[in-house]
């Protein structure tokens, strides 16, 4: 005999209705486990009948992901994610550590849906005053996370699909402006090193940056017999980091290059020879780095104490640098009743930009300048190429104002 709630309406195989009037399904999962679903009316347990036997068509497995959080899917993505280098699955940890693991990672992966990862992006713009692009690396941590629990089962869609797209073409997403210095702004920018004592010190670094486009940890990372002086070679072949570990701790590390194309030789130009003289001279008497990092030694660039210099000592000096710059030029303006010549704030990175758009005015071989640069896509290249040719072709432009003759006036006869 077919059952029935208390209003008339049939039951199928599994529901029935309790005393206090809440309707009940109860079903087997397919290890053996029994589960029930409580719904206040027949409607809604019927909806969540017919989701259950939807999930269960497509493969997904209710019972275990109802209890499965966010942080759980991250941890298991971070656990097995082994192709990752040691600085970037660092940085990730310490993503998942500041801006997901205390609050919204505390979520159920089945209750996740795209207006919460929407509304906890904003948030962390709007009430955490976080940048979009810092937004960007959260979204690198969960959306393989919300991914891999895609293919595991857990769930149908990924609810972080497209909600990146969106917050870029908002009023928020601001693209990092990487701009060269220009050729006025570079000699102002070394004048401070050549002529301030308070930044001397800093210029064999300084230009050995700019002279050879390194990045600031292969920079840090060459060590005396990295350095050719009888064939003016720079062999890179490593980089000095300082960034958190996949356990979340900071120490100095001897890593690969970024890229495969970062293992080089750098020619020297004559200036960049005689940074390197220089900085020899100084340590042949002041002595030489004597800390040793995962078995490497004789670090080039050091501090007082003899130990190697962190990146974060170099993009400040530069920073401390400018400001003082800045601020005489800013008054010896106003005495001389002009407009100050500012420079930018810039680090260690946009030396290197510098370097490459310099490059690129002057050389017209796209893959030497990839070469030098140590670039693995030379996508990368032919961007920065573009944009210094176009400005190249301005000035020449300019120049020509008045000296070719387009129409030549007719004579009369």
Same mark, same amino acid.
């Given at each position: ?28 999962? /397919? ?8 719904k206040?009316t ?5 909806? +969540? #009948?017919r ?20 942080n ?14 040691? @600085? ?31 509304? =906890?992006?904003?948030?962390?713009i ?8 810092t ?9 393989? +996370? =919300?991914?891999?629990?895609?293919? $595991?089962?857990y769930?149908?869609?990924?609810? @972080?699909?497209?909600?990146?797209? *969106? ?12 701009? +060269?210095? @220009? ?14 004592? #308070? ?14 486009g ?8 060459? /060590?005396w017999?990295?350095? $050719? =002086? ?22 100095k ?6 890229t ?5 030789? &750098?020619?020297?130009?004559? *200036? ?8 020899? !001279?100084?340590?042949?008497?002041l ?11 004789g ?10 210099l ?20 800013v008054?010896?303006?106003?005495? #001389?009743?002009? !407009? ?6 810039i ?23 990839? +070469? ?10 032919m961007? &920065?190429?573009? !944009? ?6 301005q ?5 020509l104002?008045?000296?070719? &003759? ?8």
């Amino acid at each position: 005999m077919t059952r029935k709630d208390s209003r008339g309406y049939n039951l199928y195989v599994g529901e029935f209705q309790r005393k206090d009037g809440r309707y009940v399904y109860s079903y087997t999962d /397919r290890m053996g486990q029994r589960h029930s679903i409580y719904k206040k009316t027949l409607v809604e347990l019927r909806e +969540a #009948e017919r989701k259950l036997k939807r999930d269960y068509d497509d493969g997904l497995d209710p019972s275990k992901s109802k209890n499965v959080a966010v942080n759980s899917m991250v941890e298991t993505y971070l656990d097995t994610k082994h192709n990752l280098k040691v @600085t970037t699955k660092g940085t990730y940890v310490n993503v998942y550590k500041s801006y997901i693991k205390e609050d919204f990672g505390k979520m159920k992966i089945v209750d996740v849906k795209y207006s919460d990862i929407k509304k =906890f992006y904003y948030g962390l713009i709007i009430e955490r005053g976080l940048k979009a692009t810092t937004v960007d690396h959260v979204h690198t941590v969960l959306r393989p +996370a =919300f991914q891999m629990a895609v293919r $595991d089962g857990y769930i149908r869609t990924n609810p @972080t699909d497209d909600v990146m797209a *969106e917050i870029k073409r908002s009023k928020f997403w601001e693209k990092p402006d990487r701009k +060269a210095l @220009t050729i006025d702004e570079q000699q102002a920018f070394m004048d401070i090193f050549r002529n301030n004592p #308070e930044f001397r010190g800093w210029l064999p670094i300084i230009t050995v940056l700019l002279g050879t486009g390194m990045r600031i940890g292969e920079c840090l990372a060459i /060590r005396w017999d990295c350095v $050719d =002086f009888q064939n003016r070679i720079i062999h890179v072949n490593h980089t000095l980091s300082d960034r958190p570990d996949e356990f979340g701790d900071c120490s100095k590390r001897m890593l690969p290059t970024k890229t495969a194309a970062g293992t080089r030789d &750098i020619p020297m130009v004559q *200036e960049v020879y005689d940074a390197f003289l220089m900085e020899y !001279e100084f340590q042949s008497v002041l002595g030489f780095c004597d800390e040793e990092i995962d078995g490497f030694t004789g670090f080039v660039f050091c501090t007082g104490e003899h130990k190697a210099l962190h990146p974060g000592a170099v993009n400040r000096a530069i920073h401390d640098a400018i400001d003082s710059y800045n601020e005489e030029e800013v008054l010896m303006a106003a005495d #001389e009743n002009r !407009e100050p010549f500012l420079l930018p704030s810039i680090s260690a990175h946009i030396l290197r930009h510098t370097f490459c758009t310099r490059l690129c005015e002057n050389e017209s071989n796209i893959k030497v300048i990839q +070469a030098i640069m140590g670039h693995a896509d030379i996508t990368t290249t032919m961007n &920065i190429y573009a !944009e210094a040719t176009r400005e190249k072709k301005q000035e020449v432009m300019m120049n020509l104002e008045g000296k070719i &003759i387009i129409r030549p006036e007719r004579s009369d006869s």
